[in-house]
């Protein structure tokens, strides 16, 4: 199975992106530049978290109409597998490819640190080698992280199950001080209504080796891989 | 030549973080009557008159880009 990295201008984890892949997961990989009008004919897209174009305007505005985006956008409708870490979840909102929005954190600061994630939905390309419920612990690394969406949006997402991943404490049980960023709902990581597209803020390609703290993140790419295999039986 | 102001503020239901951390500045300094912050930016533009209504045309910006109708709203003033 093959991937794709796209290298925006202040992309910052491209590289650890990457490095999942092609040294722990064993897959092969390549950047994309994000001036690509195509995704050389790779099986799965990731955009990786950074500031794209400084986050000028807002995280992921200006990102969203680069010219791999286009690409991007027609890959997603097609039924491609994107997912898009911290930055790219922004990037991933703007193009309104996944609903709601990413704003400044409730406590306004940069919050840096291991968090625990509950699995929501553990039928989907991005986590179907986790139990539903079962608690990863993964980085999160951002200054706007707070999920935001209107309610009836809210009331779908919970309706289809595209909710994924939502912040909790060690023992999964979702509160307010596990909540890193005031996200609604404790909301980490969300699918579109195809779960084709995915966006979480938490890093899993910072997670995949347990010299890191932890290889928990390894789950979420390697359920990619399961579900390319299992579709291509 | 056109000169265009935007005014982009947070929608009314969403917490402003900022607004309300110098709310708190301004309480602190003694201005105990500040009910409330709200923090926003301004966009100006000048364009090149080409005949077409300008505010048409940045209506159009504001929605593709200037601003993010999830969590914002905005106001376009022709300045001259």
Redesign the interface.
Request: net charge negative; glycine share 16%.
């Given at each position: 199975m093959r991937f794709g990295v796209v290298v925006f201008p202040g992309s910052n984890c491209d590289a650890d992106a990457y490095y999942a892949i092609r040294d722990v997961l064993q897959q092969p990989v390549e950047y994309i530049w994000h001036q690509d009008n195509d995704l050389h004919g790779v099986d799965c897209v990731i955009l990786p978290g950074g500031f794209s174009y400084g986050d000028y305007?807002?995280c992921g505005?200006i990102a969203r109409?680069s010219p791999v985006m286009q690409a991007v956008e027609e890959f997603a409708r097609q039924g491609g597998l994107v997912i898009g870490i911290c930055n790219g979840f922004q990037i991933l909102?703007?193009a309104h490819l996944l609903?709601?929005?990413l704003?400044?954190?409730?406590?306004?600061r940069f919050v840096c640190k291991h968090v625990y994630l509950r699995v929501e939905n553990a039928d989907t390309p991005f986590t179907n080698r986790c139990r539903a419920g079962e608690v990863l612990r993964i980085p999160i690394a951002h200054g706007e992280g707070r999920y935001?969406?209107?309610r009836e949006t809210l009331q779908e997402l919970q309706a289809n199950n595209q909710i994924l991943f939502r912040y909790c404490d060690s023992s999964g049980a979702l509160t307010k001080e596990s909540n890193p960023n005031?996200s609604l709902a404790n909301i980490a990581g969300i699918a579109n209504e195809r779960f084709n597209v995915m966006g979480m803020m938490p890093h899993p390609e910072r997670a995949c080796e347990a010299i890191l703290g932890s290889e928990d993140g390894l789950k979420i790419f390697e359920s990619i891989v399961h579900s390319a295999l299992a579709a291509a039986r | 030549m056109p000169r265009v102001r935007v005014l982009v503020t947070l929608k009314p239901t969403l917490l402003d973080a900022q607004g309300r951390t110098v709310q708190d500045a301004l309480h602190a300094l003694g201005y105990q009557n500040v009910n409330q912050v709200r923090i926003g930016k301004v966009i100006e533009l000048d364009i090149t008159d080409e005949g077409q209504p300008v505010e048409a045309q940045v209506k159009e910006m504001c929605d593709r880009l200037l601003a993010n109708p999830v969590t914002e709203l905005y106001e376009i003033e022709v300045l001259e």
């Open positions: 305007l807002r505005a109409f909102c703007e609903p709601g929005a704003v400044r954190n409730e406590g306004l935001v969406c209107d005031g | -």
